[in-house]
């Protein structure tokens, strides 16, 4: 996770995370787009992990800057249980993904 610190505190762009287009281009889809956020709030997106669709990143945002950042693998039976990744699984997504995920990180935020 070291490799995402950067973007703690860091606004983001609601009109970038909105373009569906360049979102699927980084191999990411919006799952939920609080528009406009709250002052606190979270946005929640998927992408594939290990052959599956179930993998979900959420962003916690207060007052439009990341608070956090977060890894965690979607239930198929519930989509609203989310278990955070394993140790050995995130350095797995960074070491495969990194340079897609940065990417993606450096286009949600100004």
Known sequence: MERLKKYIG???SLENIKDEDKLKAFGFTCRYLPDPPEDFDEFEFVTDFEGTNDLG????VESNSIKRIFFGLISPDDPDVVSALTEGQLKNLLDQRSDTV???FDYITK
């Open 10 to 12: 860091s606004p983001i």
């Open 57 to 60: 990143l959420m962003v916690t």
């Open 102 to 104: 940065l990417r993606f």
